[in-house]
């Protein structure tokens, strides 16, 4: 019994050996893992013979034509309670794309990164990132990831050397508590870099930036930069980090795009915020004017109360803009504008909504993003 016993260890070790020998000649030393497994009862140790597993391949959406997208929350999007109506909202609808938080103005990336440069920024409010946007491309949903840039409360905190700054040093702070990063300092743009490549690795299918302009709206009497020289002009400042965005960016193979200011489509100074039309547009695929109607200033193009007036300040906002990309030799398809959803000024019901909307339409500009910061849409409007 013994000698049949020693026998059949034999064979099934020579069976292994056989097999391991034929796994290595095909795949090598990569195809064994570095633990250590016995025969039970034979006292030989071996190595399995299992591959290691590959990493799964991210898979993209291509942009929808036209786009038409709503705003989600990155605390929206972690709850499913709260983000289910939206995307019912977006299926029972015109509606075929959201623009999620990746980064807002708090500073926070909003799910687990993998680069260890990242993690201290990294709050966990999307627990299931990957299988959310996969479940949002199963029902053919355009993924848009908005990355605040230098609106960042939380990098400037960690790293107050490269913060604006009052004149006496301390940083400097905007009407509503919140501190900017200085927009010449290299060492944030390469980590904004860093936070748009975590984005297309869980899915994502575009980089939407937004912020990407010098502060306003605080005390600029009180205001200093350690790394501006404050001579070179402000729009050199942006075309020089929209020109590094789109050269870092360009191996991902995603399109970029980038939220402006509404008066941008109108005014051809930079509003002392380093933004202009013609220089977004050499180096991004989409441009997304913010021309919320409320936002306009008393007596814009004559009206006494522009966001009573929907229809009227968006066609003459984008017509300005449309007239000047194709002056550029640029073409008005790039134009994605946020219009409003949301009541400030006048109630917006689904009228005023899709006034905004028609707007567009009779300029042949049919893609749009809406904004609503609680993230509560009137359905009726789509």
Do not use: C
């Amino acid at each position: 019994m013994k000698i049949g016993r020693n026998v059949g260890i034999s064979v099934i070790l020579g069976f292994f050996i056989a097999l391991g020998a034929l796994a290595y000649w095909f795949y090598g030393e990569s195809f064994f893992k570095p633990e250590i497994y016995s025969l039970e009862g034979s006292g030989i140790m071996i190595a399995p013979n299992v591959l290691e597993p590959e990493e799964e391949k991210v898979i993209h959406l291509p942009t929808p034509d036209p786009v038409r997208a709503v705003y989600m929350t990155s605390w929206v999007a972690g709850e499913r309670s709260l983000r289910s109506g939206i995307v019912s909202l977006i299926e029972s609808s015109e509606l075929n794309a959201v623009v999620i938080d990746v980064k807002d103005f708090s500073g926070k990336i909003s799910f687990e990164v993998s680069d260890e440069k990242l993690k201290g920024a990294s709050e966990e409010r999307i627990p299931d990132i990957k299988d959310f946007i996969k479940y949002l491309h199963g029902k053919n949903i355009y993924v848009i990831a908005r990355i605040s840039v230098f609106q960042d409360l939380y990098y400037s905190g960690a790293h107050p050397e490269l913060a604006v700054k009052k004149l006496n040093g301390a940083v400097w702070k905007d009407k509503k508590g919140l501190s900017w990063i200085d927009p010449v300092a290299r060492e944030y743009w390469d980590y904004t870099v860093l936070v748009s490549k975590e984005a297309e690795r869980v899915g994502f299918d575009e980089l939407n930036f937004d912020y990407v302009r010098f502060p306003s709206d605080g005390n600029m009497r009180d205001i200093a930069y350690d790394h501006w020289d404050e001579v070179t002009p402000r729009i050199e400042v942006m075309g020089d980090f929209f020109a590094y965005l789109s050269d870092e960016l360009s191996g991902l193979n995603l399109p970029l795009s980038v939220d402006l200011f509404g008066m941008v489509t109108t005014n051809t100074d930079d509003l002392n915020i380093g933004q202009l039309l013609e220089t977004a547009d050499l180096y991004f695929d989409y441009i997304s004017p913010m021309v919320y109607p409320s936002h306009y200033p008393v007596t814009f193009i004559g009206l006494a109360n522009p966001a009573a007036n929907p229809y009227e300040v968006v066609h003459y906002s984008l017509s300005k803009a449309s007239e000047r990309l194709l002056s550029a030799s640029s073409s008005p398809q790039k134009l994605r504008p946020w219009l409003q959803d949301f009541d400030l000024g006048v109630d917006y019901d689904a009228g005023m909504v899709n006034k905004q909307k028609q707007a567009g339409y009779d300029l042949g500009i049919n893609s749009w993003m809406m904004w609503n910061a609680a993230n509560k849409y009137t359905k009726e409007a789509y």
